[in-house]
């Protein structure tokens, strides 16, 4: 069994949590991590160093080209990121087609090192309002992408039914929830560690840490 894998990673609390489940996992592991136009360098660099912690290679692939054919807060400066998700459409931090196109070219960059398990660290149990994370959509992408570059990826994704609550414990059983916590970048703001507190992404992040501390203790 070919026990190697890609780890989709972009330095934020999933993908690295992800990460170091795959290293417990897997026999070799290596991250690729995206520039797709994003406002903040600083997630590619604290990506960069927690790759070289966990002494695993790190490839960064330019997608700039994203910005050029969809309009969202995370890649148009001129956009404020809604701190309130809206009833009647997804959140402007939606950057269409992301995950499929972030496992469209993993999946190549990974046949070419005959890497056949890709991670991705999407979920739907706290729902965000987006549709490339959905479960049936990874499983539905999977078929695709064994069928056009005729090789048999699996696809995992060890957060899809957890909550933020959850994968905060994930990480302490992993060993690394301090890393977690003060070296990843989850916030829209692009602040590391806890974030500007206020943006959607780390309120998500913040009631899960309060519930996990609350519940563990």
């Known amino acids: 069994m070919n026990k190697k894998a890609l780890v989709v990673f972009s330095g934020g609390q999933d993908s690295t949590t992800c990460l170091f489940w795959a290293l417990k996992k897997f026999d070799e592991v290596e991250t690729l991590c995206f520039d797709y136009g994003q406002r903040h360098r600083i997630e590619q660099e604290a990506a960069r160093g927690i790759a070289e912690k966990a002494g695993?290679?790190?490839?960064?692939?330019?997608?700039?080209?994203?910005?050029?054919?969809t309009h969202n807060s995370l890649t148009d400066q001129a956009m404020d990121v809604e701190e309130n998700k809206p009833e009647n459409?997804?959140?402007?931090?939606l950057v269409e087609g992301r995950?499929?196109?972030?496992?469209t070219f993993a999946a190549i960059f990974a046949k070419g090192k005959d890497i056949p398990n890709l991670v991705t660290g999407v979920g739907q149990a706290d729902y965000s309002g987006y549709p490339d994370c959905r479960d049936e959509f990874i499983r539905s992408l999977n078929q695709t992408l064994n069928l056009s570059l005729d090789y048999q990826f699996a696809i995992h994704t060890p957060l899809m039914w957890k909550t933020k609550e959850d994968i905060w414990a994930l990480s302490d059983e992993l060993g690394v929830f301090d890393l977690v916590r003060t070296q990843t970048v989850t916030c829209y703001n692009g602040i590391i560690g806890d974030g500007c507190g206020h943006c959607p992404a780390c309120q998500l992040r913040r009631n899960?840490?309060?519930?996990?501390?609350?519940n563990s203790h």
């Open 56 to 69: 695993v290679q790190f490839t960064l692939l330019n997608l700039d080209l994203l910005k050029q054919i």
């Open 99 to 103: 995950n499929m196109l972030f496992l």
């Open 208 to 214: 899960g840490l309060e519930n996990y501390l609350e």
């Open 89 to 93: 459409r997804p959140p402007n931090t």
